[in-house]
């Protein structure tokens, strides 16, 4: 009987490695599940139980070689390292189609081999690997990563989760809701500070260009006055001079503070003080704050209601926070919870979320219900969100446009002083 060598992870989410003999992968990933362990690889072991057949010059052939490169084929078809990469509407719309392929009633291998027929590429490609590694009973949540990195370990944790209770189908539905509130919480982030942005880049553009252009074009009418140049119109022409003779000097400087910044941001404790201080920043502050409440609530009540226990949830949940700050306080979260601290007590000792969701957490703790909980208090919190983004924008924007009229307007009050102080002495000749 063929022997395979396999990868394995416990309940607990140990690695493990080893040999079984079995007759094809499949019994051994049904082996191994009765043993309580869950697949991620499995490999022949060796060459000699394969079949052995001889080749026209006489020399042994390996019968299993065309199916090997075959799948050698088809790895290396994904670039260099063999996977594909996928963008987060990819994954929601990969996401999204097998749901409800499940939900018709099709088995994971007939949902694949109908999403091989997507008119997308990537996803008929994603469909035909997945297909490949089920096929060999290989279980979906291990093959995911298998086949690509995009689907993280929070993604493959639920799937795992739903295939070991039978809802696989539920919990794809539950995960697509996640996904499509995730992406639509980093959208309205990410917007609240678009337009802001832009103000800022047309204004400094105009600025330049008056500082560039305009006041060259009227230098010499401006020396050529009686009157004294004002300060701030005499500051801005030797930058101007600066801007239009030494602009060279501003690339390198541009470009070492861009190499500094690179250097710097690969270093923990710099990662770590600048999120920090973003973090106490008031507006800033208060819209990260609010993004990882509401990020915080939702995963945690979607990992919950896929049966995971809640020192499970909280290690894939700490992997979902980008933050470095808010990472480092999960650590100590974490440890407290393995501990036996109840979940509302640590968080509060590490003040790493608002009283008012620290109290819905206790709440849910008391009443054993802390999956509907934290789903209903982030469902509620995401109206909040977007009202803090409203009024986020709403406050950065007349802020920018006072400023730029400020800059604005002195220079071109300083300049038409100038104008008619020259006109009423030509008139006066």
Same mark, same amino acid.
Request: proline fraction near 4%.
């Given at each position: ?6 990868? *394995?992870? @416990? ?5 493990? /490695? ?20 869950? !697949?991620?690889?499995?490999?022949? +072991? ?8 001889? @080749?026209? %010059? ?13 799948? $050698? ?16 509407? $990819? &994954? ?26 997507? @008119? %997308? ?22 093959? +995911? ?39 639509? #919480? ?41 009157? !004294? ?5 005499? @500051? ?49 502050? %208060?819209?990260? /704050? ?9 995963? #945690? ?6 049966? +995971? ?6 290690? #894939? +949940? ?14 100590? &979260? ?34 054993? =219900? ?5 789903? /209903?208090?982030? *469902? ?5 969100? =977007? ?9 950065? $924007? ?25 006109? $009423? ?5």
């Amino acid at each position: 009987m063929p022997s395979y060598a396999y990868t *394995a992870l @416990s309940a607990s989410g140990e690695s493990q /490695k080893g040999s079984i003999d079995a007759a094809d992968r499949g019994e051994v990933v049904r082996k191994l599940a009765r043993m309580g362990l869950r !697949a991620s690889s499995v490999k022949p +072991l060796g060459a000699s139980n394969a079949p052995v057949m001889k @080749s026209k %010059d006489g020399r042994k052939a390996d019968a299993a070689a065309p199916f090997s490169s075959l799948r $050698q084929l088809l790895t290396s078809a994904g670039g260099d390292s063999g996977k594909l990469r996928l963008k987060q509407p $990819q &994954i929601i719309a990969f996401t999204i189609e097998l749901t409800n392929l499940l939900a018709a009633g099709f088995q994971i291998d007939q949902a694949l081999g109908a999403m091989e027929k997507s @008119s %997308d590429a990537t996803s008929r490609d994603l469909a035909l690997r997945l297909r490949e590694l089920v096929r060999d009973g290989i279980p979906l949540s291990s093959a +995911l990563p298998q086949v690509s990195d995009s689907f993280g370990p929070l993604f493959c944790s639920m799937i795992a989760a739903g295939e070991s209770s039978g809802s696989l189908d539920q919990i794809l539905d539950r995960q697509v809701k996640y996904l499509g509130m995730m992406e639509e #919480l980093r959208s309205k982030f990410l917007g609240a500070l678009i337009y802001p942005a832009f103000l800022a880049v047309t204004g400094l553009t105009l600025g330049i260009v008056m500082i560039t252009y305009l006041l060259p074009k009227l230098s010499v009418l401006i020396k050529g006055s009686s009157k !004294a140049t004002p300060i701030l119109l005499d @500051s801005m022409m030797r930058l101007s001079d600066f801007l239009r003779n030494e602009w060279w000097l501003l690339l390198i400087a541009a470009g070492i503070l861009a190499i500094a910044g690179v250097i710097l941001a690969q270093i923990p404790s710099v990662r770590l003080g600048w999120f920090k201080l973003m973090h106490q920043t008031p507006v800033i502050g %208060d819209l990260m /704050k609010a993004r990882h409440e509401l990020q915080f609530l939702e995963t #945690l009540g979607s990992l919950l209601h896929s049966g +995971l226990a809640i020192t499970q949830a909280l290690t #894939l +949940l700490k992997g979902t926070i980008s933050n470095p700050f808010i990472r480092h306080q999960f650590e100590g &979260i974490e440890h407290m919870v393995q501990e036996g601290e109840r979940l509302s007590t640590a968080l509060q000792r590490a003040k790493a979320l608002p009283p008012r969701s620290i109290d819905v957490i206790r709440l849910g703790e008391e009443t054993g =219900n802390l999956a509907d909980v934290a789903s /209903k208090s982030a *469902a509620r919190l995401d109206g909040q969100f =977007n009202r803090l983004v409203e009024r986020v924008t709403a406050l950065i $924007q007349p802020c920018i446009l006072v400023v730029m009229a400020v800059i604005v307007g002195s220079i071109v009050y300083a300049v038409i002083d100038v104008v008619f102080a020259t006109l $009423q002495q030509i008139g006066k000749r």
